[in-house]
């Protein structure tokens, strides 16, 4: 076998251009929105701290982890021929695995940076300086392109696609994916369940922890602007935390308990192409340096807009 069908959506061929429309705006938002976080982050010298630093990396993944799929989807809708070669398939796979787990250890990270920043601010700088933080940004990107190669070596070993080639989903995931093997898929189940728990189970875990450390420091403060100014500081990523992992929880719960295909795929789209896009507006919407930094810079385009198509009096 040397290619695949990604059925996608096919079950709604007549609102197949609407749902087109809707999810190219989704997309053109995803990559705006997170593209301003970056140009903001690289240009305000005020947002050149650790939080930024792991906030600009977000913004720069979820730009990739929504580009690994939904040009392809958007693609597939308007045509009749959905086919992908196994390669192809895979590659997708390799990276919509890579990516979420970088983004699992991300936001690890950026808990972590709040807790120093809010239960050990005396040392905060020592232990969160630019040295460090490259570090564990490198560290966590090379651990989540080689857990997942590790991961789908595993995989593509252990299945045998022998037919039909017809994958019921809009992208390459694992179990619709394993669902196409004719030889026993032990080994690879047990990967995955390994692989769930070192790189999602144990970040989200971690994750957590932090934050009850953080909330139980807060609460120690005396004054009320106090705890209020420290909340706000994590407030966002708290959010962003509750919407990743939120949505992947539930839509891995549904899927082993229903076989509901068309639900599956629904929930699918919350963590593959929604959240990418709210990450950036949360951000906008709670942080005050961002929306400052935002709103500077689209007066700045729109002067360097307006001044290009004034016609010079002479």
């Known amino acids: 076998m040397t290619f695949l069908i990604l059925r996608g959506f096919g079950n709604l061929q007549e609102l197949q ?21 970056l140009v903001a982050v690289f240009f305000n010298r005020r947002l050149h701290t650790p939080m930024y630093f792991f906030l600009s990396n977000l913004s720069f993944l979820d730009i990739w982890y929504t580009s690994n799929i939904t040009p392809r989807m958007l693609a597939d809708l308007l045509r009749k021929e959905k086919s992908i070669s196994v390669t192809g398939c895979m590659i997708q796979l390799y990276v919509f695995c890579a990516l979420g787990t970088v983004e699992c250890f991300l936001l690890l990270l950026m808990s972590y940076d709040r807790y120093l920043a809010i239960c050990n601010p005396l040392h905060y700088t020592k232990l969160m300086n630019w040295n460090i933080c490259f570090k564990l940004i490198v560290c966590t990107w090379l651990w989540g392109f080689f857990s997942a190669a590790v991961l789908n070596l595993i995989v593509s070993s252990s299945l045998t696609l022998c037919g039909p080639n017809h994958i019921d989903h809009f992208f390459c995931d694992l179990t619709p994916l394993l669902k196409l093997s004719c030889s026993d898929i032990h080994l690879a189940e047990v990967a995955i369940l390994v692989a769930c728990f070192a790189v999602s189970l144990c970040p989200f875990i971690l994750t957590i922890t932090s934050y009850v450390c953080i909330i139980l420091s807060i609460f120690k403060i005396p004054s009320s602007s106090g705890k209020k100014k420290a909340f706000s500081t994590c407030s966002s990523h708290l959010i962003v935390v509750s919407t990743f992992y939120g949505t992947l929880g539930i ?29 950036p507006i949360i951000y906008s919407l709670r942080n005050k340096e961002v929306k400052e930094t935002l709103r500077k810079l689209l007066n700045n385009i729109s002067a360097t807009i307006h001044e290009s198509y004034t016609i010079p009096n002479y």
């Open 251 to 279: 839509t891995y719960a549904v899927s082993t308990g229903t076989e509901s295909v068309e639900l599956n795929k629904i929930l699918s789209l919350l963590y593959t192409v929604l959240t990418p896009m709210f990450n």
């Open 17 to 37: 251009f609407l749902i087109f429309l809707m999810f190219l705006g989704i997309y053109v938002l995803t990559i705006i929105g997170n593209s301003f976080i």
